[in-house]
């Protein structure tokens, strides 16, 4: 029933950038970690990047020294700027929110997905 309301995707050269945004309600924000996932044409779900609710982060591999996750408490919004973009970057991008309610069990929300486009 949480909305994860992202924007800022597109079409982009390679080389270009982009910023993604993900804004929550102040409640989920607060005690939620957040982060993204892509998933290219048929792939599975991988991570990007999360941001956790004490200010860690982690980032996927493939992004390393090229994309940067960051939370905003006063907009209650986590963003992504992703730089140095590769074709290999073109998927859909899903914004999370997850709670750790034990080591093993957990609450997670996500978004709707926005599509990112790098062309050669």
């Known amino acids: 029933q949480v909305q994860l309301v992202e924007s800022g995707g597109g079409l982009v050269q390679a080389g270009g950038s982009l910023r993604l945004a993900c804004a929550a309600p102040?409640?989920?924000?607060?005690?939620?970690?957040m982060g993204w996932y892509y998933q290219a044409p048929g792939k599975q779900r991988e991570l990007v990047a999360e941001?956790?609710?004490?200010?860690?982060?982690y980032y996927g591999d493939s992004v390393k020294g090229r994309f940067t996750i960051s939370r905003d408490k006063v907009k209650n919004t986590i963003y992504l700027q992703m730089n140095s973009l590769k074709p290999e970057d073109t998927a859909v991008y899903y914004c999370?929110?997850?709670?750790?309610?034990?080591?093993?069990?957990?609450?997670?929300?996500w978004g709707q997905g926005i599509q990112v486009t790098v062309s050669s």
């Open positions: 941001v956790t609710v004490g200010g860690s982060t």
């Open positions: 999370y929110a997850e709670r750790r309610l034990s080591p093993d069990t957990y609450d997670d929300y």
């Open positions: 102040k409640s989920i924000f607060s005690i939620y970690n």
